[in-house]
């Protein structure tokens, strides 16, 4: 019967694990989304789409973080 209620247990805690969202400034285009590129032979500031972060300017991650159990 113990072992039972250690299963129980433990699923209970598979349960607290929750996801976090976490947003990175992208540091290729500072969270901007775009990079303006200036060309030596050009005076024109060429805008480029950002290819880290689709022109998104931030990362988004999805953490799993755990409750600290604490005995
Ligand atoms: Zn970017």
Wanted: glycine content about 4%; proline content about 1%; hydrophobic content about 30%.
């Amino acid at each position: 019967m113990k072992n039972l209620q250690e299963e129980h247990l433990k699923k209970e805690r598979k349960k607290m694990a929750k996801k976090v969202k976490r947003i990175h400034i992208c540091p290729t285009c500072k969270g901007n989304g775009y990079i303006k590129i200036q060309n030596i032979y050009d005076i024109e500031l060429q805008v480029h789409q950002c290819w880290d972060c689709d022109s998104e300017g931030e990362f988004v991650e999805y953490v799993e973080e755990e409750e600290r159990v604490l005995n």
